[in-house]
């Protein structure tokens, strides 16, 4: 999800009870359904955790927010209250019984969304903490409590500047011997339990691997690993692989391979993803190395068929909606895209009808294109119902070939659609929003299509005012280019044009405050010249709901 930004309420103090009660609640909740008063967080320092049972980087984020908060918590001054995005009261009862912080009763949906509102939040897990007179002291929390946990504490600017000084120097320090050794221990053990000293590891490039030994995203990279770490061997090169394995069996977690370089310093945080792609070949890690296979990358992108991106060994093929076989050669020449999407993903399923929308209007005009899914459903069951509702293609359900892909086009979330243009070769990784903002007239998704929808937008606000004011607010508000936001007038979506005020983050469509401009001028003009019949305006009326 976006990056929530720094906002003026950064610079106001907010009444922590104004803002979390309701008329008829004063009192927030425990997961045991004990009442606590709100009045009780006078003096403390409060975190509002923006998160969801459905979101997958919050589950990931709690555990690591409630490792925080237990050490924090026992010194009486730090509170965190959960403001949840869950659909139910269900999700929000399962969810919150793992969190032993307060909570905004599930059924107070207006001051959820309220507190949604007045701190602009853009995406979850959201993290805002608040100091003991209810000024945002950061809306940077997740970011804050990932990188430096219980240290970050009390989260003040000038705690987080001593933190970002002291982790400099320590870069600037950071040798192998700084990294793996400890008071009680200068080795590290091979795989027959002989001790090695970490002396004899300096000069080295060593890889840092951690894993956890049941976690399935490990179970599938170690292998791979262990053929780049004996290919290297063989050929003598100056490479060492430290194992340190983690004890939580997180679902969610990715296996993490950090390179130290032969002077001790770190050279990249993470290279998996690279020796997944690219085998032996990642070696030595360096950033030449990385260039080098960026180049090679572009050319073989450049070279890319439809053939080339979907067909692996015998898979050679896709499902339709009966269960049969679909030649890939059967595609080639369309406009294809490539829908990672799944049914436990909210977000997926908010998309999915927008996305059959613009597929039936394309397809109704005899394109020659095409759609197919590509799951992370966990089990056959979901991927059937969820393809059920589906008018496409798709890869069969745990096809080897998913994981390739994802790893290619790089999806780090979902829902994800990536278009390959009639050539086979990759037009655009950015098509979901291109459907949400366009629809079908996105089709066929090419730098040139969308330069010429840009030019329709661009002549479509010629006329219109720059500024305008409106009876449903009380600034100023300026004709400003918006991708995608929700008119606070008619409360529908609106695309590319608003009339914004940026400082209330409030947003009206163009013909919603446009017509409201066009009725003050007409009464201006009634009172000052009554036989003229007024102004006219481009757009209609939007009704209000």
């Not at 009261?89 to 969304?113: C, H, N, Q, V």
């Not at 940077?140 to 504490?153: A, F, K, L, N, Q």
């Not at 221990?185 to 001790?195: I, N, P």
């Not at 360096?286 to 015998?314: M, N, R």
């Amino acid at each position: 999800m976006a990056d929530a930004q720094t906002t003026d309420t950064q610079t106001v103090s907010h009444d922590i009870h104004n803002i979390l009660s309701s008329s008829e609640r004063d009192f927030l909740i425990r997961n045991d359904g004990e009442q606590v008063k709100i009045e009780s967080l006078k003096g403390k320092k409060v975190g509002l955790y923006f998160s969801a049972s459905w979101c997958g980087p919050c589950k990931r984020f709690t555990p690591v927010l409630v490792e925080v908060y237990n050490e924090i918590s026992s010194k009486g001054d730090f509170e965190v209250v959960f403001v949840s995005a869950d659909k139910d009261d269900e999700a929000f009862k399962g969810y919150f019984s793992k969190m032993p912080w307060l909570a905004i009763p599930f059924s107070d949906s207006e001051t959820r969304d309220g507190l949604d509102e007045l701190f602009k939040v853009r995406g979850i897990p959201y993290l805002v903490i608040l100091d003991e007179n209810g000024k945002v002291l950061t809306d940077s929390g997740v970011e804050i409590i990932r990188e430096y946990g219980v240290e970050g504490y009390p989260f003040t600017e000038e705690k987080i500047k001593e933190m970002k000084e002291e982790e400099e120097r320590a870069k600037r320090e950071q040798s192998l011997k700084s990294i793996l050794v400890t008071k009680s221990r200068d080795y590290v053990v091979s795989s027959d339990g002989k001790k090695i000293p970490v002396s004899e590891l300096e000069g080295k490039t060593v890889g840092l691997y951690f894993s956890l030994q049941l976690n399935k995203y490990c179970a599938e990279f170690t292998p791979q690993l262990i053929k780049v770490y004996e290919k290297l061997k063989e050929n003598r090169e100056n490479f060492e692989i430290v194992l340190i394995s983690l004890d939580d069996n997180e679902e969610s977690f990715k296996e993490s391979l950090v390179i130290i370089g032969p002077d001790g310093k770190t050279l990249n945080s993470n290279v998996a993803e690279a020796v997944e792609e690219h085998g032996v070949e990642a070696f030595p890690f360096t950033p030449e190395k990385f260039a080098e296979l960026a180049e090679i990358e572009k050319a073989k992108e450049a070279a890319q068929t439809l053939e080339s991106v979907l067909v692996s060994g015998d898979r050679d093929f896709v499902i339709g909606k009966d269960g049969s076989k679909i030649p890939v050669s059967d595609l080639v020449g369309k406009t294809i895209l490539l829908y990672f999407s799944a049914h436990w993903c909210p977000p997926c399923r908010a998309f999915l009808p927008k996305l059959t929308e613009a597929y039936h209007k394309i397809k109704a005009k005899n394109e020659p294109f095409e759609v197919i899914f590509i799951s992370s459903d966990r089990d056959q069951a979901s991927f059937d119902e969820f393809f059920s509702g589906m008018p496409w293609l798709a890869l069969p359900f745990g096809d080897p070939r998913k994981a390739s892909l994802s790893r290619k086009f790089k999806v780090y979330g979902i829902p994800m659609l990536v278009a390959l243009g009639p050539t086979g070769r990759t037009v655009t990784k950015e098509a979901r929003n291109l459907i949400s903002v366009h629809g079908a007239d996105a089709y066929p998704f090419t730098e040139e299509h969308l330069k010429n929808i840009e030019a329709k937008y661009e002549e479509m606000a010629k006329g219109w005012p720059e500024k305008v004011k409106h009876a449903l607010h009380e600034h100023e508000l300026v004709r400003t280019r918006r991708t995608i936001y929700n008119c606070d007038g008619c409360d529908e979506e609106g695309h590319m044009w608003s009339f914004y005020c940026e400082e209330c983050d409030f947003d009206l469509h163009p013909k919603c405050a446009l017509e409201e401009d066009k009725e003050t001028k007409d009464d201006d003009a009634k009172e000052e010249k009554p036989s003229k019949e007024g102004w006219i305006c481009d757009g209609d009326v939007c009704p209000r709901a």
